[in-house]
């Protein structure tokens, strides 16, 4: 077990600093020092030349990596460009909103998902191929539209839910709750389907498996064979399609946090973005890599402890 | 002259891949929905290329007194807040879209193909880096690596699109490159290879045609996430600047426009939502034409539809209620197995009658697909899908197993009547330790506690004479050998005290010395426990090691029934004469081993009468008649032949 988890790590470390790399050696590439960037295009060249003297801004692009790479190990990721607020400050701030809105959507997806995949498994019928037209829906409709939908008919039309706004747990524990359930309907809904396909698949092929006709031949209950035996081989495929879920709902949280008025980690992308703020956004891209990282070490645990020959490997 | 052969070979699969190809658009152009989805991406792609001359106004004509109105006559999708038409903004917001696929999908589609056929076909070093690469892009979540594009290079939307398609690139060439080492192993690349071909006519003959399919399929899927990452873009305001449209923007105008009309959400999403749609459908079309399916021809498979429907035949005339079976552990009287076979059914076992006396030993003989493990199956019920097993009787110590639920039978299996079958280490659930499920079986079983049940397992698993007990119980199936996997099994089996044990092909699947020491065993437990065994094989040396008494089964039927003794010594029936013939028992060594002619006949190409006359070199018109009953000859043995009588005959 702790060998998968230092194999893994061998990969994620230096692909964080792949990533970092990357975004660094590109926003050197576009052009535009810092010091540009805060005095604005207005600003005297001497002027300009001075800041970025001052912040170091000069040196060459790897000595600036170097340096930033030696600080972000720290936790210290610099500081924004625009406000000159510590990036890791904000990041930090933020990050119980985006959490607490890709938690919510990725719970919604395995309970609904799973459930409804092993129900189509076990009864047939409408359920698995309604799974299977809903999962080729929650592909192919924007979930930025889906979301204006639900806001129009739940927050507008009903006035059931509130439109916009995050209320912190600590504030309203029922707040909280209520801001959350429109934004994180929709960010789930469209994954729902994708896991029960998995789920129907992965328990049909152990139903047809060798080892499920012996236990039934031998007389062991249904419910043990399904709930037991198939469900425990029907895992590891599951988690691992719950793993990319999850990639992908964090990317996802990024529109609806902007739909949904929301101070999460995807505004602060979307404002960086459109204000061009490097420090942010290279904190942010490290971050949001680190959250995949983090999310696939748990998913290769979770599937060694599931499937023996994984852990063997 | 080997060379020719294998040219021939070449020629031969190289038409076959050719076909697959040929036949892949004739099969997408039967499927509705993706000739449907192609017919309406290709009027959106040209009614937005040519969005100048189509849309009936500018882009930016803006009819102040006409604004935020719903569908009319002169705007067919109704007006913006400016009074701007929404069908005109659409088709010329559509091009940037299009344009921004276009970007994704051949970047996409160039670094995916490339890395996924070079790893496929060169291997080694090569296969390793780009799998590498590939498992590095996955972990980048995309619309972040956008944004930080966006970032950089200030709204530049043709950078942003040309990123998503290096993220998604390696998706696809983890599919391409599947597919090719799928193509790779298959038979005609070898030979193609050998037959002298460069790698090169290798790549483009053979693997392209087996790559293409799911290629396209995953082509789409990207062209359909590009699609919602461009207007996804467009909507987050860093896409195309206002007043120029984009898909994105005119959803971002839509929403602002909601407290006036919500009409205008349903053609800015819609538009999306329909192109989006109908590539991820379009792609589905290709997969299924690619595989050769219809669609939604899949069978719907569920547990439930495992349960096998059991009917209660009329005894057959003169049968009944037979008195011998009182004195049977297992009769089965008047069996018949069909199985579906696409919209109709097939006969698979064709009323089998025989019994078990309690503590024999019965053995199922026959070549592959005469119904042997069917026969057992359908006493079990653990049949394929769809199943339907009809029986005068299946009687278990005198209980009718046929009126009984599925939940109803599990009071014999396991208890009364045990299994092992003949795969052994696939017959084992590979997520838990064998240990654990021999504890499992014994609990369930004997209703005993967690402690009893170990000590019992353990009993078990010396019982059948497994070394090392202790440390094969911590050990998962794939890392046993088959030969101790198989006693495993043997142990669960014995888990509930069968009084009978059903073994299907027990020894097949293992070595030859381990096979002699799993018969042993067998023989061993039944003379400690006094259960009765039915063994199905088609090895005459496992009939004479392990068995009393051997049904012959042909095509269905059963042919022959006698003891073992007297079937090896004068086998009446002439394909049991065949069989035993083909096997080395009883014939003197170094002595060449005849094949028999012929295969057997096919579940539903059974001829009218003796399903064997093709290959039996006594028939007569008289035996293609009609339907061979079976003959009762002397010693309780029968056959169903009505030319038993030259059997003396001919051999000698």
Not at chain 2, 445 to 467: F, S, T, Y
Not at chain 2, 469 to 478: E, R, S, T
Request: neutral net charge; charged residues 15%; proline residues 5%.
């Amino acid at each position: 077990m702790l060998g998968v988890v230092i194999r893994r790590l061998i990969v994620a470390v230096p692909l964080m600093g792949v990533i970092s790399f990357i975004v660094f050696m590109l926003s050197s590439l576009a052009g535009g020092s810092v010091g540009q960037a805060i005095l604005g295009p207005t600003a005297s060249a001497a002027s300009v030349a001075a800041l970025n003297a001052k912040l170091g801004a000069d040196r060459p692009v790897l000595v600036q990596y170097v340096d930033w790479l030696r600080h972000a190990i720290t936790g210290d990721l610099g500081l924004s460009v625009v406000s000159g607020v510590p990036v890791a400050d904000t990041i930090a701030s933020r990050i119980p909103v985006t959490m607490s809105l890709a938690v919510g959507a990725l719970l919604l997806v395995i309970i609904l998902g799973v459930t409804s995949g092993a129900i189509a498994a076990i009864r047939g019928g409408v359920t698995g191929r309604l799974a299977e037209v809903l999962a080729v829906l929650g592909r192919g409709l924007p979930s930025f539209w889906l979301a204006l939908i639900a806001v129009l008919v739940f927050g507008v039309n009903l006035a059931w839910l509130p439109v916009s706004g995050y209320v912190p747990f600590a504030d309203s524990p029922s707040g909280w709750i209520q801001s959350l359930i429109l934004p994180v309907v929709v960010l789930g809904v469209s994954e729902i389907a994708l896991v029960a396909v998995v789920t129907r698949a992965e328990m049909l092929s152990a139903m047809r498996s060798d080892y499920v006709r012996s236990l039934r031949a031998n007389g062991y209950p249904w419910k043990r064979i399904v709930f037991k035996h198939v469900a425990k081989n029907a895992a590891g495929p599951v988690l691992t399609m719950v793993s990319l879920v999850f990639v992908s709902l964090i990317g996802g949280t990024i529109l609806m946090e902007q739909i949904f008025g929301m101070p999460g980690l995807g505004t602060l992308m979307v404002s960086a973005t459109t204000k061009h703020d490097l420090q942010v956004i290279q904190g942010l891209a490290v971050f949001y890599t680190a959250m995949v990282v983090v999310v696939f070490l748990l998913t290769d645990i979770a599937s060694g402890y599931l499937n023996a020959k994984a852990r063997a490997r | 002259m080997s060379a020719v052969i294998e040219g021939a070979a070449t020629q031969e699969q190289s038409r076959r891949a050719a076909e697959r190809g040929a036949g892949f658009l004739p099969r997408l152009v039967r499927q509705p929905i993706a000739v449907a989805c192609s017919l309406i991406l290709l009027v959106v792609v040209l009614a937005c290329v040519f969005a100048e001359w189509v849309s009936p106004y500018g882009p930016l004509d803006q009819d102040l007194q006409n604004t935020a109105a719903g569908p009319s006559a002169s705007h067919l999708l109704g007006t913006d807040q400016l009074g701007r038409d929404i069908l005109s903004r659409l088709l010329h917001g559509g091009q940037v879209t299009l344009l921004g696929i276009v970007q994704a999908v051949v970047v996409c589609a160039v670094i995916g193909l490339f890395l996924g056929l070079t790893a496929g076909t060169l291997g080694g070093w090569v296969e390793t880096v780009a799998m590498r690469l590939c498992d590095l892009l996955l972990a980048v979540p995309g619309l972040v690596m956008l944004l930080v594009i966006l970032g950089i290079y200030g709204n530049n939307e043709a950078a942003a699109m040309i990123t998503l398609g290096v993220i998604m690139a390696p998706t696809l060439a983890r599919v391409v490159y599947s597919a090719t080492i799928a193509v790779r192993e298959e038979l005609y690349v070898a030979s193609a290879r050998v037959a002298g071909l460069t790698s090169f006519q290798i790549m483009r003959r053979h693997i392209l045609s087996g790559v293409t399919g799911p290629a396209l399929t995953q082509i789409s899927i990207v062209a359909a996430v590009a699609c919602i990452a461009e207007a996804g873009i467009g909507y987050l305001g860093l896409g195309v600047a206002p007043p120029a449209p984009s898909w994105g923007n005119l959803v971002t105008d839509a929403q602002n426009m909601m407290p006036i009309s919500a009409w205008m959400l349903v053609p800015t999403g819609g538009i999306i939502a329909v192109v989006t749609l109908s590539l991820t459908l379009l792609g589905n079309g290709i997969r299924d034409a690619y595989m050769g399916r219809s669609s939604g021809s899949s069978k719907a498979f569920s547990w439930r539809a495992l349960a096998v429907t059991v009917s209660q035949a009329a005894s057959p005339a003169g049968g009944g209620a037979a008195p011998l079976g009182q004195e049977s552990i297992l009769s089965v009287k008047g069996m018949t197995i069909r199985l579906p076979r696409g919209s109709s059914e097939v006969t698979v076992v064709d009323d089998v009658n025989f019994d078990v006396a309690p503590g024999e030993a019965v053995a199922i003989v026959g070549e592959s697909g005469c119904g042997k493990s069917m026969t057992i199956s359908g006493v079990l019920r653990v049949l394929p899908m769809g199943a339907h097993v009809a029986a005068a009787s299946i009687a278990f110590k005198g209980a009718e197993l046929t009126s009984l639920s599925e939940h109803e039978m599990n009071a014999y299996r396991g208890t009364g009547i045990g299994f092992i079958s003949q795969e052994p280490i696939s017959s084992l659930n590979p997520a838990f330790t064998v240990g654990h499920q021999l504890e499992e079986a014994v609990r369930l079983h004997r209703g005993v506690g967690k402690g009893e049940a170990r000590q019992i397992a353990r009993e078990l698993m010396v019982r059948v004479r497994l070394p090392e007990p202790d440390a094969v119980a911590k050990k998962y199936p794939h890392e046993l050998s088959g030969g101790m996997a198989q006693r495993i099994a043997i142990a669960r089996a014995l888990a509930g005290e069968p009084e009978l044990l059903i073994a299907d092909e027990p020894t097949t699947a293992l070595d030859v010395s381990v096979q002699c020491e799993i018969l042993d065993l067998l023989r061993d437990l039944r003379e400690q426990t006094g259960m009765a065994l039915i063994l199905v094989t088609h090895d005459w040396g496992v009939v004479a090691e392990a068995c009393d008494r051997a049904l012959v089964m042909y095509a269905g039927q059963v042919v022959e029934s006698a003891d073992v003794r007297s079937i090896i010594a004068h086998p009446a029936h002439p394909y049991t004469r065949a069989l035993l013939q083909s096997s080395s028992v009883g014939i003197a060594p170094r002595q060449l081993l005849p094949v028999i002619a012929g295969t057997v006949p096919v579940p539903g190409s059974w001829p009218h009468g003796c399903r064997f006359a093709s290959r039996c070199e006594l028939a007569e018109d008289a035996c293609r008649t009609g339907p061979i009953p079976m003959v009762t000859l002397d010693e309780g043995s029968a056959a169903r032949c009505i030319r038993t009588d030259v059997d003396e005959l001919v051999r000698t």
